[in-house]
């Protein structure tokens, strides 16, 4: 069957009151932003549901993109006939010679937003309904849970038909809550953090930490694949590498090993929080899960936390390894996090790390290094490049109506 339009319902957005506007409207943009490789394809968001004008674009391509959409509960694709009951009488026949078997129990759900339509919506129910009995006569209707729901709707512009219905990303728009930096290593529990903090609003930026030559350049590419696997859930993200090497190297030079770890994840919590200022975020995201390694014991985390009254959330902070795990086969990183390719975070590994370091010894010691110089410096050498789900072929062009 030859789709001519998608009908996306929305999920939590019923609940946000004078807010639903803005949120419809970011989910429409993030939406066009990742379906930018179908140029033909039209938005068309009100308050109660966005239609994906197909004009021609393979609806089977647009799917599994418009699954990974968060804010979408779920989403029909759909066909559009003409407003006429032969029309429709055929067409539901035509649909239901298609997908019927000879086992299932089916049902008409007909509505009309066009009051001029000569049927209403009981009236149509029973007349469609007819109309499949005529093909099929020995086939049973189920008013609950029926194996086919074919849904029927009279609008406007004319009447669209559906007996599909595809469960969306579910979650809050990206953006609608705000931005937040991504603490992103390599491995597999940062790109889940990333992933979970997205599906509750949060827009994203990945920084990176590189340190050549001790780090290569296929760790930065995994750390770019792995934005490139979130970004689908948006369109695009920013991916902020940070040049670490000086910082790295006067930790080792001037610390004892057992602080090499917290004094280097306190620097790297500064500098994160610093691009967080420049960027404008509200938050700093990381994939630490408590206990897990040293650097992420209780008493770790009070003494690395000391240097930002920033909020830092953890979306991993209470799973275990393989509840994690499972989250990063499911959004297709965990192959990428286990390349062996070392990062900031194990290059310098100290073989007795501290899991309880005193913050009095860490100022102590910190005072030995030049911390606003070596930050100041760092900053300075920021790179910055955008990765996109796809290369878009035109202008955003998002059509908005009805929304008030």
Request: aromatic share 6%.
């Amino acid at each position: 069957m030859k789709y001519t339009e998608i009908m996306v319902r929305y999920g939590e957005l019923s609940t946000k009151g004078k807010n639903r506007k803005t949120f419809i409207m970011q989910l429409a943009q993030n939406t066009r932003r990742a379906l930018a490789e179908f140029p033909a394809m039209r938005i068309h968001a009100d308050r109660d549901r966005m239609h994906l004008i197909l004009n021609g674009e393979d609806s089977q391509l647009i799917i599994p993109k418009l699954q990974k959409i968060f804010g979408i509960q779920n989403f029909s694709p759909s066909v559009r006939v003409e407003k006429d009951v032969t029309v429709l009488k055929e067409s539901v026949q035509a649909i239901m010679k298609e997908i019927y078997t000879g086992k299932e129990t089916f049902k008409i759900n007909a509505k009309r937003s066009d009051h001029q339509f000569e049927l209403d919506s009981n009236e149509l129910n029973q007349v469609l309904g007819n109309a499949v009995f005529d093909v099929f006569p020995t086939i049973k209707a189920q008013m609950k849970k029926p194996d086919i729901l074919l849904r029927v709707e009279i609008r406007q512009d004319g009447a669209y038909l559906s007996y599909e219905t595809i469960k969306g990303a579910m979650g809050l728009p990206v953006g609608t809550s705000g931005k937040g930096m991504l603490m992103l290593s390599g491995g597999i529990d940062s790109p889940v953090a990333g992933y979970l903090a997205m599906k509750r609003g949060v827009e994203i930026e990945a920084v990176h930490f590189a340190s050549p030559p001790y780090t290569s350049e296929q760790a930065l590419q995994k750390a770019k694949d792995l934005t490139a696997k979130l970004a689908p859930y948006v369109g695009s993200i920013q991916f902020i590498e940070v040049p670490f090497t000086e910082i790295q190297e006067e930790i080792k030079k001037s610390l004892p090993q057992g602080y090499w770890m917290t004094v280097t994840r306190r620097m790297m919590l500064r500098l994160t929080d610093a691009i967080r200022e420049q960027r404008k975020g509200l938050v700093i995201i990381n994939g630490e899960s408590l206990g897990q390694v040293a650097s992420q014991t209780l008493h770790s985390m009070v003494a690395i936390n000391e240097v930002t009254a920033t909020p830092i959330i953890r979306p991993v902070v209470t799973m275990d390894k393989l509840e994690i795990i499972e989250l990063a086969e499911k959004i297709d990183t965990f192959q990428l996090s286990v390349q062996p390719f070392e990062d900031c975070c194990t290059i310098f590994a100290p073989p007795q790390p501290k899991t309880r370091p005193r913050l009095d010894k860490v100022e102590e010691y910190e005072a030995r290094l030049d911390i606003e110089g070596m930050i100041a410096r760092s900053m300075a050498g920021l790179k910055f490049s955008q990765i996109d789900v796809a290369t878009p072929k035109e202008a955003l062009d998002e059509e908005f109506s009805d929304l008030l």
